[in-house]
């Protein structure tokens, strides 16, 4: 079975300062990798998503993730947070090749501070 | 619509009680999902359409669980009996089917079972 892991329910940054949220994945075939983005009261939002071409993935609103086979990881990254950026920030995996099921990580809250 | 549709936004109901969930995809999109989440967690697969036809509903937790997608269009997620343990945000999601496996989240239902 596909899984994720996110280190982290809580990530606080200020203002203009990196993000960095970590994902971690567990596949024993190559994964589809996302991140989505949910904010209170709203449904998820697609940031990017891995689909074995580029190992740097772009996203919106400024993120990126990289994917790392050798560390089994896809974190997030984004060089300048913003406030609007607050928000809940879930990793999922699934099967490639077909539209099926994700698995999503329990989620990393990240905090925007002045 | 422009988006996944689900209704009610909110539903309280009391234990024991039979209740339904509706989601309106994406006009055009043959591919739906169901997932729950419960408060602090990520969203977990319920059941996932293709057309009319349930192609995985691994992820439905018991026999109270049931749902139908009889145009292959707008589906209803079923719960007989409802427990106060099923007390969860229901979120709808859909997809063009392919490959690319980009699911489209709808803002979810808020069940209360008391």
């Known amino acids: 079975a596909q899984s994720v892991t996110q280190l982290g329910s809580h990530v606080s940054v200020s203002e203009g300062a990196l993000v960095l949220l970590r994902c971690n994945y567990s596949?024993?075939?190559?994964?589809?990798l996302f991140w989505y983005v949910q904010y209170p009261n709203q449904g998820l939002q697609l940031l990017l998503k891995?689909?074995?071409?580029?190992?740097l993935v772009k996203g919106i609103n400024g993120f990126e993730a990289e994917f790392k086979k050798s560390e089994t990881s896809f974190h997030l990254t984004k060089p300048s947070a913003h406030m609007s950026d607050a928000a809940e920030y879930f990793c999922?995996?699934?099967?490639?090749?077909?539209?099926?099921?994700?698995?999503f990580g329990t989620g990393t809250r990240l905090q925007v501070t002045l | 619509g422009a988006g996944v549709s689900q209704t009610p936004s909110n539903k309280v109901t009391e234990k024991g009680k039979y209740v339904e969930l509706r989601c309106d995809p994406i006009?055009?999109?043959?591919?739906l999902y169901w997932y729950r989440q419960s408060l602090g967690q990520g969203p977990e697969f319920l059941i996932y359409?293709?057309?009319?036809?349930?192609?995985?509903d691994s992820g439905l937790p018991n026999d109270r669980f049931f749902a139908v997608r009889p145009e292959g269009s707008v589906s209803t997620l079923k719960i007989q009996r409802t427990e106060r343990g099923d007390s969860a945000v229901y979120l709808c999601?859909?997809?063009?089917?392919?490959?690319?496996?980009?699911?489209?989240f709808g803002a979810g239902t808020r069940l209360s079972v008391l």
């Open positions: 999922a995996v699934s099967h490639t090749g077909t539209a099926s099921k994700l698995a």
């Open positions: 006009s055009g999109h043959t591919a």
């Open positions: 596949s024993s075939v190559p994964p589809y």
């Open positions: 359409f293709q057309g009319t036809g349930a192609a995985d």
């Open positions: 999601a859909s997809g063009d089917g392919s490959a690319k496996n980009i699911q489209y």
């Open positions: 891995y689909t074995s071409a580029a190992t």
